[in-house]
């Protein structure tokens, strides 16, 4: 089984900055693409941004010049660093991972998402 764990979200205010961190764990085998998504109130869940194994990154327009997706394989985490925080990018976000994992000697592949972590920005 495998677990994803969010943190980093709060409130600050417009301008401001803050880091999201995601880490998956369990009986991992590999981990492809890894990405956030955010759902604000009366939305659909929108991509942010995404990073594959081969450290490809595709953002959202809305996101572009102020958000960092990046990865630390070691540690099986995704972070979202966010600055120049606007009002509109209140919303809950969520991770997004693509892994293989085992279980049994049998390999199964999956798509998981995290528990999502609030964000919040005030003007």
């Known amino acids: 089984q495998v677990q994803l764990v969010e943190s980093g979200g709060g409130l600050v205010q417009a301008g401001g900055s803050l880091r999201l961190s995601c880490a998956a764990s369990?009986?991992?085998?590999?981990?492809?693409?890894m990405g956030w998504y955010r759902q604000a109130p009366g939305k659909q869940r929108e991509l942010v941004a995404t990073i594959s194994s081969g450290g490809r990154i595709n953002y959202a327009d809305s996101v572009k010049g102020r958000f960092t997706i990046s990865r630390d394989n070691a540690k099986n985490t995704v972070y979202l660093q966010m600055n120049s925080l606007k009002p509109e990018d209140t919303a809950v976000y969520y991770c997004?991972?693509?892994?293989?994992?085992?279980?049994?000697?049998?390999?199964?592949?999956?798509?998981?998402w995290g528990q999502g972590t609030q964000v919040t920005v005030s003007s």
């Open positions: 369990g009986s991992i085998f590999s981990i492809n693409a």
């Open positions: 997004n991972v693509d892994l293989t994992w085992y279980s049994g000697g049998t390999y199964y592949k999956d798509d998981y």
